[in-house]
């Protein structure tokens, strides 16, 4: 990691995200919090924000995954040069009329509700009435043939596991370990939001200059002012997570939650998570590396290389660089404190989802490991013994082939000591819990110390609320900024008639009882913060 004797270059900083898959049930409530939040609006019906798939499955759109088929993300050419895989400017400006490469919305799927009114006004009889399933799109009748996770439960099955497109590439290199594996395989689920890439390839997509990349916190949005329909963001982003809203004409994408990231609050999807697997921090990063990282040659040397455009927050000349470039002092602390930047480059147990497609994703996951424990205790062994474990790795039933696939372009060697770090973890507190006496040669054969070890354990599996999500308190005081150039000078958080906003609730919370002039937006978030993070109900007011 670059910050100790390298030069470091102009350093920027960045929220980021990383998930721990041990912890997801595939509740799907982080999916319907973001839906309910962001798109139950008529012309997003289909879209998704947040998904949670089945692995091994299709995903959604249906084989999002398959590039040589959908074309997004970066490629190199011929001189070495990143290049977007839909093609040079001269193409994607020929096609920019009519883009043939898209999912339909046979990929995604038809959204429907149904004739509930057939239930409730159906007249006295000998049948029982049934609610037709019609499509939210043409209200027409409809035959429901595929969702955002037809492969629920399924993930696992024979006849499924061949049309995920990770699936099939495993089997054309190793087919007869990969089809005995698949076969008594189990799944897991993936949970999946838009990366903020640092290198977005749908940012570069855009004919329009609609997307972007905000400097001060690296979340990518979409300016609906300036968007003009043209699509090439959906074909460009290689994760299928910019969609188009048919009635606007506009792309929307998920926007990473940022009024409640800017005043201290987590995203709707990490704040409603039952598992509590959702980490959220800041990452340093040397922006001039940025462009460097992407463009290595090796496809299996891209998980490094994005790891060595991250700094270290608690190095000096990190820190000096950082208050050189205008990163505030409360972001350097916040990144210092960063869950994500421990999970990420201390313990490297968190991992990026398709490093090869050269967009640099910043939502980073912690690969599963409870399959192993269960299938060691079925075979009589003892399923938490850390030998047991190291050894029953390289042998799981689900190949560390099909993993590396996913978050490291196919190396199996950073998944391995991942999934061994948990494995330590394990058994090393699973000795001292028992009151047994640790073996210092556990954490030690991961590289790591007993400290280190039960840290991890602590951010992993008992961590609060405030150690999970360490959002600076510079983006609050932003928010408040952008509170005062909206309001007159002389007034405080809350009415554009410059009355006070923290007093007075109505029926439906805070300040909705007040008079009939428009709120600031941003209130309700602070109001919001207030609410969720205080420890008694007299706290809030």
């Given at each position: 990691m670059p910050g100790s004797g390298a030069a470091v270059g102009r350093v920027m900083a960045q929220v980021a995200m990383v998930m721990n898959l041990d912890k997801c049930i595939g509740c799907h409530t982080c999916s319907v919090t973001c839906?309910?939040?962001?798109t139950n609006r008529s012309g997003v019906e289909y879209v998704w924000f947040n998904n949670v798939e089945t692995r091994p499955g299709q995903g959604y759109p249906r084989q999002w995954q398959d590039q040589e088929r959908w074309r997004g993300g970066?490629?190199?050419n011929r001189r070495g040069r990143l290049t977007l895989r839909a093609g040079s400017r001269v193409r994607r400006l020929a096609e920019?009329?009519?883009?043939?490469?898209l999912p339909g919305i046979k990929d995604y799927y038809e959204p429907w509700t149904y004739d509930y009114n057939?239930?409730?006004d159906a007249p006295l009889g000998e049948d029982y009435p049934v609610a037709a399933p019609r499509s939210l799109l043409t209200r027409k009748p409809m035959k429901i043939e595929w969702s955002s996770n037809w492969d629920d439960n399924l993930g696992g099955m024979p006849e499924r596991a061949g049309e995920d497109p990770m699936v099939a590439r495993l089997r054309r290199q190793a087919s007869e370990k990969v089809k005995f594996a698949f076969?008594?395989?189990y799944m897991f689920y993936l949970p999946r939001i838009c990366e903020h890439c640092l290198n977005p390839a749908c940012v570069a997509s855009c004919p329009s200059g609609a997307m972007y990349k905000r400097e001060e916190d690296g979340i990518v949005l979409v300016d609906q002012d300036h968007c003009r329909g043209w699509r090439q963001c959906v074909t460009g982003c290689p994760y299928k997570k910019v969609y188009f809203n048919h009635r606007t004409g506009k792309a929307e994408k998920c926007t990473f939650c940022y009024p409640r990231i800017e005043v201290g609050l987590p995203t709707v999807c990490s704040e409603t998570c039952v598992g509590r697997l959702r980490y959220l921090g800041v990452l340093l990063y040397d922006a001039d590396r940025v462009t460097a990282a992407a463009s290595v040659r090796d496809e299996k040397e891209l998980y490094q290389a994005q790891l060595d455009v991250f700094l270290d927050p608690a190095d000096p000349e990190v820190r000096a660089a950082a208050e050189r470039d205008g990163i505030a002092h409360d972001w350097i602390e916040a990144a210092r404190r960063s869950p994500v930047h421990a999970l990420i480059a201390t313990y490297r147990v968190a991992l990026p989802l398709h490093p090869e497609f050269r967009t640099l994703p910043m939502v980073w996951y912690v690969p599963p490991l409870s399959p192993v424990v269960e299938a060691l205790t079925g075979t009589g062994f003892d399923g938490e013994d850390a030998r047991n474990l190291f050894g029953a790795i390289d042998t799981l039933r689900i190949p560390l082939e099909y993993l590396a696939g996913l978050f490291t372009a196919g190396d199996t060697g950073p998944v391995r000591r991942s999934l061994e770090t948990l494995a330590a973890m394990r058994a090393h507190m699973r000795t001292r819990n028992l009151g047994g006496t640790p073996d210092p040669a556990v954490p030690a054969a991961v590289g790591l110390?007993?400290?280190?070890?039960?840290e991890l354990y602590r951010l992993?599996?008992?961590?609060?609320?405030?150690e999970r999500y360490v959002i600076p308190t510079a983006a609050m005081a932003d928010a408040h900024a952008l509170e005062e150039s909206a309001v007159p000078a002389t007034c405080s958080i809350g009415h554009l008639d410059g009355t006070d906003g923290d007093s007075e609730k109505g029926p439906f919370g805070e300040n909705s009882g007040r008079r009939t002039l428009p709120l600031v937006s941003l209130e309700s978030f602070h109001a919001l913060r207030r609410r969720q993070t205080a420890d008694r109900s007299e706290d809030v007011l």
């Open positions: 839906k309910q939040t962001w970066w490629k190199l920019i009329f009519a883009n043939p490469v057939k239930l409730t076969e008594q395989s110390t007993e400290r280190q070890i039960e992993l599996a008992v961590a609060k609320y405030e």
